[in-house]
């Protein structure tokens, strides 16, 4: 999942270096917790959201298969 998600959000920013993301795993669910440079953050966040509520959406459905649950969260 870790992996998935930094693909995602490196393809997104101008930044790359500056993606960081940690992961937390407790029974069946996984949190990320992603901070991307503060000039990115838009890029990453997309018009209404939609940008992260996609990369949600296909973290979902790779959880999913994995019987997880999958949690993005992006830090300010």
Do not use: H, Q
Not at 45 to 53: A, E, L, Q, V, Y
Not at 54 to 65: E, F, P, Q, T, Y
């Amino acid at each position: 999942m870790k992996e998935m998600a930094m693909f995602l959000l490196k393809s997104l920013v101008v930044n790359k270096e500056n993606v960081v993301i940690e992961m937390k795993e407790e029974r069946n669910n996984v949190y990320l917790m992603a901070k991307v440079d503060p000039a990115d953050k838009g890029k990453v966040i997309g018009r209404d959201g939609s940008i992260i509520k996609a990369i949600r959406i296909v973290l979902g459905a790779s959880g999913a298969k994995a019987n997880k649950k999958v949690t993005l969260r992006l830090e300010d």
